[in-house]
């Protein structure tokens, strides 16, 4: 989809930020991935990697108590359980997995030692302990051995897969963000490899993670108002993820296409968002209904049509869609280099050794 869209008119306007000159009646669709070669790599910013990492983690909450739920009690709505105080502790224990996983050139020669014995070791024990931080009781919690084996599989995904896909992903902010287009000519030119922009399957999961989280902070805020359970637990679905995760992919598109193709303003396009959500959730709403497996029902607040849609979550749409502008923004910003060997503790190193090797030249 992306190599349809097509460059609008460039003209000159005043742009304090870069210093170039441009006037833009229609804003530019940029043509790919890096238009600045001289901008540095940089890895992903700490603040970014915290975030990710508490998304991640409660989607892994939400898929394994699914999972559970649905072998005790089988049940088509597929509902899963997190909380904040969770996403808070997955980002702070995945920033230190982050940590050790930095130490992998510390068993150079010993690759299995690592991936197999020491970091799960390690990954088991933050899960335990993060597992009986409960200010809220006293008692301590026994792991079964399901959960040991469970835990020991999660480790080994961490280690071959996901610290291995971070590793790839790095940071260019350049002076205006690039969507998706026609690679440029000095992309290839970076002694890591060329540059790309995330591909479509990663950013659908980015947002259907990013979905999960907002129901999960949703209903967690409701059950501490309506039910004042503080532990702030939260739930969502299986399904939500799709939902999310396309509806976002589709609205992202039309934020390519009437922003950056035909200029308009955010205002001028949150009307057309507000549509297609509300569509989108009634369809899936709908379908999902045939199946006993719609996980919500507003039949009980004022508004609603068929109990699927209302109108007393629209300005959560409004913030959401907002929102959504905002994290397109942030991913049109973070490029996948094809051909690292490093790891995501080390891009300082890299990064270090390619500055020094310029210098040198």
């Known amino acids: ?69 649905a072998l005790n009690h089988p049940d088509p709505k597929l509902v899963g359980f997190s909380s904040p105080y969770l996403c808070i502790m997955h980002s702070l224990t995945h920033f230190a997995l982050e940590k050790i996983y930095s130490q992998k050139r510390c068993f150079r020669g010993r690759p299995v030692v690592f991936h197999l014995v020491f970091y799960p070791s390690v990954y088991i024990g933050l899960q335990i302990l993060m597992g009986n931080i409960n200010i809220l009781t006293e008692q301590v919690r026994v792991v079964s051995g399901t959960q040991l084996v469970v835990h020991y599989i999660l480790a080994l995904y961490f280690a071959q897969v996901f610290h291995r896909g971070l590793s790839r992903l790095q940071y260019h902010p350049p002076c205006n963000p690039d969507p998706p287009g026609k690679p440029g000519p000095e992309d290839g030119g970076h002694d890591r490899g060329p540059l790309h922009v995330l591909p479509g399957y990663v950013r659908f999961l980015f947002f259907g993670m990013q979905g999960f989280l907002d129901e999960v902070i949703f209903t967690s805020i409701f059950n501490l108002v309506e039910k004042s359970d503080r532990t702030l637990s939260g739930h969502t679905s299986l399904w939500s993820f799709l939902m999310y995760g396309s509806c976002s992919f589709v609205v992202e598109r039309l934020y390519f296409y009437l922003h950056f193709s035909r200029g308009w303003g955010t205002w001028r396009r949150l009307p057309i968002y507000i549509c297609f959500i509300y569509t989108w959730e009634f369809t899936w709403g709908l379908v999902l209904r045939q199946f006993g497996a719609c996980s919500w029902d507003y039949s009980h607040y004022p508004h609603n049509f068929m109990g699927l849609i209302t109108l007393l979550y629209l300005p959560g749409w409004v913030c959401l869609s907002l929102y959504q502008d905002l994290l397109s923004n942030v991913l049109l910003r973070i490029k996948c280099t094809k051909d690292v060997n490093g790891l995501s503790g080390e891009n300082g190193e890299i990064n270090g050794a390619l500055e020094s090797k310029k210098k040198r030249v």
């Open 1 to 69: 989809m992306a190599s349809r869209w097509r460059d609008g008119p460039r003209s000159r306007s005043e742009d304090p930020a870069c210093g170039l000159k441009t006037q833009m009646p229609r804003q530019q669709e940029p043509s790919g991935e890096t238009e600045d070669a001289a901008e540095p790599l940089r890895e992903l910013p700490r603040w970014m990697r915290l975030y990710f990492y508490g998304m991640h983690g409660v989607t892994l909450d939400v898929l394994l108590s699914s999972l559970q739920g």
